[in-house]
């Protein structure tokens, strides 16, 4: 048979509060195991919690990204349940009235963009983290996480397979970097995202049993986690068995989901309104205030660049995908430089050299500056595109000034004319069968003089006018 | 002079020691004598910090020799409720989960005592977690009444009422969730008030239920009520459910003069049920007022039947979740030899808490279950926001309420400790003021047969301490007679 996957994505992101959501602790994550804690995230007996109020800003940037609505009044519930990660053994968090509701984030997949559904984003506070390699058989918490701003992101079960499912985390990274909120860092586990996954015969409308798939560590991880699911469940149902309601996690090494805790042993978390903190009220003013605050998001700025520099679909796909590239992008053009060469010189040749030295950009020696003032030396016929290629190298590694490099090592392009016409004077005279052989109609031995002209010159000849140039001075003497 | 300073009130020897009249240090001696003295009977003192409120007595005195303005508590001894938070001693709740525990801060009304002048004496006995209406439910000891050493000196802040009528100290802190300042003063016969929700910050208060719990002092008059709530109240930016409130000069209340004031008597509360000795003394109490020029108005709080089950749901429900954290893993008891995370936890608060505590916590992790959370805590949270319109509206017809604060005098030890749903019917007269959280003071109001005081219980809107410090001064001055010592501790 025929099935059709429908999936449901719950994301954790951690956002980067300076303190933490109920107390004053940092939330450096660097930090040595058990600094960053207090009475408060360490639930010693007669404190309190106090909201962040950055945290419920931020939650509401991000809402308001997702095009959620936001909640005017809205509350934190106690969520209770026992593990030695967990301080207080209940965790603050939302339950029936989250801060952002039914919102929608667009994604293009397979081609096709698509509307995936935001059912809610409720804040909450992250746990502690344990360990059980301290030795001697005992296992250590570690509480600096402990009370770290948390927002959950959950969306309708409208994702209908693996690249979708791909797409639509990568298209949510990328709008939570452009706020600013997070920095997304998986293998820090400031996002965690979870996958619930059922499937059903194509055309039926009811929902098949869901699975859910958790901690996996990379996005292409819950791609291929989520092929293994939809393949496992298909196989399952064909051989006539039953999909089971259970949690399961990915083995990475071996490729396969495994089943860590059915739903039966599910908790009852015994919800109810956290009687120490008072409601969360977002006036319209205070939204309006957070969303004159929001910067251009990815989709704004992708149209932007198309329409407003002429750059394809593509190239404005590449320089917007990373806030921080579309940021350099812009500091170069505003400099004058022509909008095309910049979008070459950066997302090909610069990008070349970060990929290959696994540099970020932003850490990059070659600054917008610098990159701009290459172009420039480009655009009035200093150096030409190759010795560009030179300059940029040099700058790359030493940091240099664009025009100290071609000043440095006399790369100004020669574009006299009467340089270049004894340049090449010299070369029909050391080449005598070249030049012949040209004569006699052999026009691809003209290639090779030019070369030579170049080679001459050292590579600073203005190359059009060398071509220019050679052709007529080998006419004259002929 | 004979060192009988323990006998004074608080803004006496406040007033002695700025005049120095008398140093800190020999108040603080004439109440560590006195401690001395009656504490082996009384057993109100879980911890006494002899050394350390000598220093802070000495400490004051240096202040006042360099002529600093030490505080309008200058010198005055003050107890704690085991329940607060200091820095100094253990803070167990009287608890054996947190035997020994050393909390890393001072909450924030033990800090403003302190800066106000106060000289901490110690630690008072209380029923576990402040669970309880007799202070039998301490793992400590069982706090005897001053009135009567048979007789319990009501909870669950016994130690904190019994130091004030046994003259250990001036002034006591407790904490009053259902009725825990309230109705421990009516039993030995001093002032106790509980303050509006959110007039005392909890920041450093060990919590119970935390939308009913509020701290608030043991006094021997009305006047060193007023004083030590001047000190405590008002916005703390640690508690969110601190009121931003402006707080006004309690002291500019004590005033007789109740002329107009319109007393409401519920009829709910003086029924047949209600014993008619302490109906006859109450009664009495109203008269004093009504000569005054207050008058008797009839009101009607009719969710009053619900109180007690909406209350037993909430408080209950609230403590499962405010209790978990005691469970081995960071600090206080901790089960030995368990052989997996589930055996530590089931242990630990099996072996660490008694009785009383461990049904509140069943009971309370029963209401919020799923399928039955309806049912109970959200049907309770539905009729406490009645019983808080039926105060609105009564307060509509009058200024204050007027109840007995219990339904007896002190009862026996023992008597209830066998029947819970007898002993949470104690509380039937104070834990409204919880759930609506409005102010409500317990004063005085005579000796009933057997010599044990009889309480009365004066309510008001909410932030509207002020009335109630006026009709508890009125009375205070025009009742005609004085307390004095109880018998027991003569
Ligand atoms: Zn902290």
């Not at chain 1, 400031?190 to 901690?215: D, H, Q, W, Y």
């Not at chain 1, 006299?416 to 069968?433: H, L, M, Q």
């Amino acid at each position: 048979m025929k099935y059709e996957p429908v999936i449901g994505m719950e994301v954790h992101v951690e956002l980067s509060t300076k303190s933490k959501v109920f107390c004053g602790c940092s939330t450096n994550f660097h930090a040595p195991a058990n600094s960053n804690v207090c009475p408060v995230c360490l639930g010693m007996p007669g404190v309190l919690p106090v909201i962040n109020k950055r945290a419920v800003e931020m939650s509401v940037m991000v809402g308001l990204a997702l095009n959620c609505t936001i909640s005017r009044w809205s509350k934190m519930d106690r969520k209770n349940y026992f593990y030695p990660d967990l301080a207080k053994n209940y965790q603050i968090s939302q339950y029936d009235l989250p801060l952002c509701h039914d919102g929608f984030i667009d994604i293009k997949a397979n081609g096709t963009s698509k509307r995936i559904g935001i059912t809610r984003a409720h804040l909450e506070e992250d746990t502690a983290r344990n360990t059980h390699t301290i030795g001697g058989g005992d296992s250590g918490v570690d509480f600096n996480r402990c009370g770290v701003t948390l927002l959950e992101i959950v969306t309708e079960p409208d994702i209908r397979g693996a690249e979708e499912a791909f797409a639509y985390l990568t298209e949510l990274k990328q709008l939570l970097r452009y706020l600013d909120v997070s920095d997304c860092n998986m293998e820090e586990g400031s996002l965690r995202a979870e996958a619930n996954i059922s499937i059903r015969p194509t055309g039926t409308e009811s929902f098949g049993t869901k699975t859910e798939v958790k901690n996996v560590a990379s996005f292409s991880g819950i791609q291929k986690a989520i092929e293994f699911e939809i393949a496992r469940q298909a196989k399952l149902i064909d051989e006539g068995g039953k999909v089971v309601q259970e949690t399961r996690g990915w083995d990475a090494d071996r490729g396969i989901t495994f089943s860590q805790r059915a739903k039966e042993s599910a908790h009852d978390y015994r919800y109810f309104p956290d009687p120490d903190l008072v409601p969360i009220v977002v006036d319209e003013a205070w939204e309006g205030r957070i969303r004159e605050s929001l910067p251009e998001l990815p989709q704004a700025r992708r149209a932007r660049f198309e329409s407003g520099y002429g750059l394809s679909a593509y190239d404005a796909g590449v320089l917007t995908a990373e806030k921080e590239m579309a940021d350099y992008y812009e500091a170069v053009v505003k400099q004058g430089c022509a909008p095309k060469q910049a979008a070459n010189w950066l997302s090909v040749e610069l990008q070349a050299l970060l990929t290959e030295h696994k540099q970020e950009l932003t850490a990059s020696k070659v600054t917008a500056d610098r990159l701009a003032a290459m172009l420039k030396l480009i655009e009035d016929g200093t150096i030409s595109g190759k010795i560009a290629k030179e300059v940029l190298l040099d700058m790359f590694e030493s940091g240099k000034e664009p025009k100290a490099i071609v000043e440095e090592k006399n790369l100004v392009q020669i574009s006299d004319t009467s340089a270049i016409e004894s340049a090449a004077r010299e070369v029909i005279a050391a080449n005598p069968g070249p030049v012949a052989e040209f004569r006699s109609g052999k026009e691809k031995t003209f290639g090779f003089l030019v070369g030579q002209l170049m080679k001459a010159t050292k590579g600073k000849a203005n190359p059009q006018m060398a071509n220019e140039v050679l052709r007529k001075v080998l006419k004259e003497t002929e | 002079m004979s060192n009988d300073w323990y006998k004074k009130t608080a803004h006496e020897i406040r007033d002695a020691v700025r005049a120095k009249k008398v140093t800190a240090l020999e108040v603080t001696e004439s109440h560590l004598a006195r401690i001395e003295d009656v504490d082996g009977k009384v057993k109100a003192f879980t911890d006494v910090w002899a050394d350390a409120a000598r220093n802070q007595a000495k400490a004051v005195d240096a202040r006042i020799k360099n002529g600093e303005d030490v505080g309008v508590l200058a010198g005055v001894p003050i107890g704690l409720k085991d329940v607060f938070c200091t820095k100094r001693g253990t803070t167990t709740c009287c608890s054996k989960i947190l035997k020994g525990y050393r909390s890393p801060f001072d909450g924030t009304a033990v800090e403003r005592l302190q800066n106000a002048g106060a000289v901490f004496l110690g630690k008072l006995n209380m029923d576990e977690f402040a669970m309880g209406s007799s202070t039998e439910n301490s793992s400590v000891q069982i706090t005897r009444n001053p009135w009567n050493l048979d007789c319990v000196p009501g909870g669950s802040s016994g130690g904190s009422a019994a130091a004030i009528a046994a003259d250990e100290c001036a002034i006591t802190l407790g904490s009053d969730t259902g009725g825990s300042i309230r109705q421990p003063a009516a039993c030995v016969g001093c002032v106790g008030i509980k303050p509006t929700y959110g007039r005392i910050s909890r920041y450093g208060l060990v919590a119970f239920a935390s939308s009913l719990d509020q701290i608030g002092p043991f006094t021997k008059d009305v006047e060193d009520t007023a004083i030590a709530l001047n000190v405590m109240c008002g916005r703390d930016p640690k508690d969110s459910t601190s009121a931003d409130l402006a707080v006004p000069d309690f002291t500019k209340s004590l005033k007789a003069d109740v002329s107009g004031l319109r007393i409401g008597l519920p009829k709910e509360y003086y029924t047949d049920a209600l014993n008619a000795e302490m109906r006859e003394k109450i009664m009495d109490a109203v008269k004093v007022l009504e000569r005054q020029g207050a008058k008797v108005v009839e009101v009607s709080l009719p969710h009053t039947d619900y109180a007690i089950a909406v209350y037993y749901i909430i408080c209950t429900a609230e403590a499962s979740a405010n209790l978990a954290r005691f469970d081995g893993v960071r600090y206080g008891y901790r089960a030995p030899g368990v052989g997996s995370t589930q055996e530590l936890y089931t242990r630990t608060k099996t072996d660490g808490y008694g009785p009383e505590v461990r049904r509140r916590i069943m009971l309370g992790t029963y209401v919020l279950s799923s399928g039955y959370y309806d049912a109970y805590y959200l049907k309770a949270q539905k009729v406490r926001s009645l019983i808080r319109k039926d105060f609105t509206d009564a307060f509509e017809k009058c200024d204050v309420v007027l109840t007995p604060t219990s339904p007896t005098a002190a009862f026996k030890i023992g008597e209830k400790s066998a029947n819970p749903l007898e002993m949470y019917l104690s509380d039937i007269y104070t834990i409204s003021v919880n759930l609506a959280g409005i102010p409500g003071l317990s004063m005085p109001c005579g000796l009933v047969a057997s010599g044990l005081p009889a309480g009365i219980q004066i309510m008001a809107k909410p932030f509207d301490e002020e009335t109630i410090l006026r009709v508890a001064y009125t009375y205070e001055q025009k009742r005609g007679f004085e307390m004095g010592t109880p018998t027991a501790v003569k």
